[in-house]
Nanobody
Framework: QVQLVESGGGLVQPGGSLRLSCAAS????????MGWYRQAPGKRRELVAT???????HYADSVKGRFTISRDTAKNTVYLQTNSLRPEDTAVYFC??????????????WGQGTQVTVSS
């Protein structure tokens, strides 16, 4: 069974940085669009950033210029470099990916989430 395994969350002061990572736990799959979403307490899950297999990024307006998404396609891994963090960035960050194989076709998967807390 395919799992997306996230790491890199934590507690950071305003203005600080964190690097989130997400890797597919199973080999033999091809990764397509990968991305990050977040959900703050009492709010709906929202898109943070996505990146296509070709490397084209897309960002939510709220993180443009502060966050950078990248990927290692050979490793089916996606990263999110978060800089100039603000208290309003506090949320659980979820990895999302379209992964496919000859046997399963292309399916969409979610990670379990990693907490990012921005506080002094």
């Amino acid at each position: 069974q395919v799992q997306l395994v996230e790491s890199g969350g934590g507690l950071v002061q305003p203005g600080g940085s964190l690097r989130l990572s997400c890797a597919a736990s199973t080999s033999g799959f091809t990764s397509y669009t990968m991305g990050w979403y977040r959900q703050a307490p009492g709010k709906r899950r929202e898109l943070v950033a996505t990146i296509t297999r070709g490397g084209a990024p897309h960002y939510a307006d709220s993180v443009k210029g502060r966050f950078t998404i990248s990927r290692d396609t050979a490793k089916n891994t996606v990263y999110l470099q978060t800089n100039s963090l603000r208290p309003e960035d506090t949320a659980v960050y979820f990895c999302n990916a379209d992964l496919g194989s000859y046997a399963t076709g292309v399916k969409n998967y979610w990670g379990q989430g990693t907490q990012v807390t921005v506080s002094s």
